[in-house]
Each structure stands twice: as structure tokens, then as C-alpha cells.
């Protein structure tokens, strides 16, 4: 590393550590949605439309400006299966699992090893477990409460 871009990082993390704490939260924030949509080779319009939001608005977050809402950390969870372990601490892989693996819950559960692997990954990811339940109660809530729909 040259003395220059030494200077530069230097000189990054001190303005970093002389921020607060709601400052850090939302630059590392930043930083990882830029993170996520350079991975996904996406421009900001587009993962701005897939996430249900405005250009604008993902350009403030990007720059730390706001921080991201819950619709929009839930869209980046259950859309693009981002581990929100990996978005807010920093631990594991950005992705939970890659979209091939995702399980379909219509065609779920016509063996016990199927069931067996769902909740050891559901254990193993508390981004995999909503997910997974999300989808449940998405597609089979109604059935859970017959009753509601006689009434």
C-alpha cells in the first residue's frame, strides 16, 4: 500500500471514529447496500425498483443519509435472500443461500427428509426461518383459521 492511500484510509477511519453512533449504524448500513447491489450487478434504479422504493431514496440511503426501512430490509431479505446477520453485524456470507436452493413451499414436505433439511436450515438461519414461515402463512394462513372465513 502506498503512503498515499494509506493517508486516505487513515484519515477515514479517524472521521469514522469521531461520528456517533446513529452516524456509524447508518455509513456501515451504506456501505453494505452499496455492497449488495454491486454483487447483484444492479444499478441503483433497478434495485430501487425491486425493492419498492424510489432511485432517490436508495441514493439517500446509500449515502447514509436515512436508514433503510423495514420494507425495504424485509424486500432485501426475502428478494434477494441477503442474511440480515451480514447487513446489520457483519457476520457470515451476504447471501443466505443462492436462489436455486430456494425452497417451495407448494411442493414441500412429500418426505420426512425434506422436512428433516427445512428445519435444520431454519435453526441454522433466522433469515431462512422467516423466510420459510413468511411464505407459509402467506400461502396457507387461511386454512390455519377455517372458521374465520364462515363468519
Do not use: Y
Not at 500500500?1 to 456509524?24: G, H, Q, R, S, Y
Not at 432511485?55 to 426475502?78: C, K, T
Not at 443466505?96 to 435453526?123: A, R, S
Amino acid at each position: 500500500m502506498n503512503f498515499k492511500t494509506f493517508w486516505v484510509k487513515a484519515n477515514n477511519f479517524l472521521e469514522f471514529e469521531k461520528m456517533d453512533n446513529e452516524k456509524k449504524l447508518k455509513a456501515v448500513m451504506a456501505k453494505r447496500i452499496q455492497e449488495i447491489r454491486k454483487a447483484l450487478n444492479l444499478k441503483q434504479g433497478e434495485l430501487a425498483d425491486r425493492l419498492g422504493c424510489s432511485r432517490s431514496n436508495l441514493s439517500q440511503i446509500e449515502h447514509g443519509v436515512f436508514f433503510p426501512g423495514v420494507s425495504i430490509l424485509d424486500a432485501l431479505s426475502s428478494t434477494f435472500n441477503v442474511s440480515l446477520d451480514w447487513l446489520f453485524r457483519g457476520r457470515g456470507s451476504m447471501f443466505t443461500f443462492e436462489k436455486e436452493n430456494v425452497f417451495d413451499l407448494q411442493d414441500f414436505g412429500k418426505d420426512t427428509g425434506e422436512i428433516t433439511l427445512m428445519l435444520k436450515k431454519m435453526k441454522e438461519s433466522p433469515a431462512i426461518k422467516h423466510r420459510v414461515l413468511s411464505d407459509f402463512f402467506t400461502n396457507f394462513g387461511d386454512e390455519l383459521h377455517p372458521d374465520d372465513e364462515a363468519a
